[in-house]
């Protein structure tokens, strides 16, 4: 009788001791990481974790809550949780059964700080059984973080520079037209004394009597007829006024004892200046006339279709063609502006002389800073109002390290022009060293045009985690940027026939090349590249010990 009431006790014990035990500690065998060591992408640290509860594990009436934890020296950064649960549990966890276990999948984003180069994720678990809660040992699943994607070479980048428009010849030209009455080729006073004929004159003598500033390249003189009086009869009339006017300019230039060259042609029937008046006319059919001209190649069938528009003819015949009769004189010279020297010498004794044009070209004729910074401070007294040369004296700036300096006069550029490219994509630079990157993004959304606009972008799309697309807007451009893009793009080739090619080659630059010789497997890259940057920059020997590019390599940094 008491062996029979004792299993039965037994059995309840069991039940009860079963059902009210702790569920135990995980090993880290059940868990990895994607990517197995983390790394900064975009100013995050994202990551896939794909876990596994063992068969017999998750108790039918408890639930586990996991959260992933990165922790470094003084400080964490907590992911989002996800919340697993047993079959009896009523609630929106994944259901982990109990006799066969189950496999799961979360992903966590940390927002990036240095600190983590050294650092080391952990899942910790808070356990609900019972209306119990306890936590079990934290599990860690991966080490560290690398940041090769945060390294500051936006520093190094090229600013863009707001270029001069000077031109030292100018092409111009001076035009008159002579005009003729319909079917006649003789020229009249009324023509020859015109107010345009005498501006015309005037300026061929002038031009010639300044051969300082002037040179006269030659005199074209073209003569039309309208397109109303058939080929034959146009032919000789076209003819007729190119020799008459011709004669006539001969003779202007002989008596003002003006030597040149005369080039003379006639066409005798002016479509296109036809076309042309028609197409900026109100005429209320200039759509069909326009038609007609572009169906029609033989001149006589075009001729007669649009004599055939009765309602039109009369405003061509009083208004359209009368233009077309005419001889036009062009006089082409070129304007001579200030020799390098001349202008040199100007800035030195009386820059007012200059036009900004002139001052900011200057800048170009020295490569001392210092002179280019005086000149560009002048421009900016002498024409307070043009934006390039505070753009440029930024530029100086920040090619010499000082972008808060660059940053004020990028700013005083854009308040003189808001919508200047290169102010914008010069201040999406400052913004990008900073880290702010939506900042920049608004301002390189103004910058088309800019000259280093691309390699702005580049530099942008880094800070994005959009690698190929940051090696797209680099193109052909060797500098720090353009190899880091090609390395976290995993071109190392590419890359290290960037960092090659750079022409002033920086503590970056080597460390960098660094990073290509530790992801290649070229330890002697590694280590010779490593010493030159730590001789450029002592700070960069603290750097490389905790970068975890170089964990396989931590015998060359002892």
Not at 476 to 483: F, G, L, P
């Amino acid at each position: 009788m008491i062996k029979k009431m004792y299993l039965p006790l037994v059995a309840l014990l069991v039940l009860a001791f079963s059902s009210c035990s702790k569920m135990g500690e995980l090993s880290a065998d059940y868990f990895t990481t994607n990517p197995e060591v983390l790394e900064a992408v975009g100013g995050k640290v994202p990551v896939t974790i794909n876990g596994k509860f063992p068969e017999k594990y998750m108790k039918k009436n408890a639930s586990v809550e996991v959260t992933p934890v990165l922790r470094w020296n003084g400080g964490e950064a907590k992911g989002q949780p996800a919340v697993f649960q047993g079959e009896r549990v009523e609630g929106n966890g994944q259901t982990i059964s109990y006799r066969a276990g189950g496999n799961y999948t979360m992903k966590a984003s940390f927002d990036y700080v240095p600190e983590m180069a050294k650092s080391e994720l952990y899942l910790d678990f808070v356990i609900n059984k019972g209306g119990k809660t306890y936590t079990i040992p934290s599990v860690k699943i991966a080490d560290g973080v690398i940041a090769t994607s945060e390294l500051p070479t936006v520093n190094s980048a090229n600013a863009s520079y707001a270029a001069d428009a000077y031109q030292r010849i100018i092409k111009q030209a001076q035009e008159a037209n002579i005009m003729f009455l319909i079917q006649q080729a003789n020229l009249r006073n009324s023509e020859l004394k015109s107010e345009a004929m005498k501006e015309f004159h005037n300026k061929v003598a002038e031009v010639n009597a300044d051969t300082k500033n002037y040179k006269l390249n030659n005199i074209e003189v073209s003569a039309y007829a309208s397109p109303d009086g058939g080929v034959k009869l146009n032919t000789g009339l076209a003819e007729n006024r190119e020799k008459n006017a011709e004669k006539y300019l001969n003779r202007q230039l002989k008596k003002a004892k003006i030597e040149t060259n005369v080039d003379a042609k006639y066409t005798a029937q002016d479509w296109e200046g036809f076309k042309e008046l028609v197409a900026k006319s109100n005429l209320q059919d200039k759509d069909l006339i326009l038609r007609v001209l572009s169906m029609y190649q033989d001149p006589e069938q075009r001729e007669a279709e649009i004599k055939n528009i009765s309602s039109v003819y009369k405003t061509l015949a009083d208004e359209i063609l009368p233009q077309l009769r005419r001889a036009r004189l062009t006089a082409n010279y070129d304007i001579i502006g200030r020799s390098d020297e001349e202008i040199n010498e100007a800035f030195d004794t009386d820059a007012k002389v200059l036009s900004v044009e002139e001052l900011l070209y200057a800048a170009t004729l020295t490569n001392d800073n210092a002179r280019k910074e005086a000149i560009f401070n002048k421009t900016t007294q002498l024409y307070p109002n043009d934006y390039r040369a505070y753009n440029n004296l930024g530029e100086l700036a920040y090619a010499a390290g000082d972008v808060a300096k660059a940053a004020s006069y990028f700013k005083q550029a854009a308040a003189k022009n808001a919508n200047a490219a290169e102010a914008n994509a010069n201040l999406g630079l400052c913004e990008l060293v900073n880290d702010n990157v939506a900042a920049a993004e608004a301002y390189l959304g103004k910058a088309t045009g800019a000259d280093a606009v691309n390699e702005a972008l580049g530099n942008l799309y880094i800070k994005q985690g959009q690698y190929q697309r940051a090696v797209n807007a680099f193109g052909d451009a060797k500098t720090n940027s353009a190899a880091q893009a090609q390395i976290l793009a995993k071109d190392y080739n590419k890359a290290k026939a960037t960092l090659q090619a750079i022409q002033k080659k920086d503590a970056m630059t080597d460390y960098l090349m660094a990073i290509v010789g530790a992801r290649t497997n070229n330890e002697s890259l590694v280590a010779s590249s490593l010493k030159s940057a730590i001789a450029k920059d002592a700070s960069l020997a603290a750097k490389a010990a905790n970068d975890l590019e170089f964990v396989k390599y931590a015998s060359l940094l002892k």
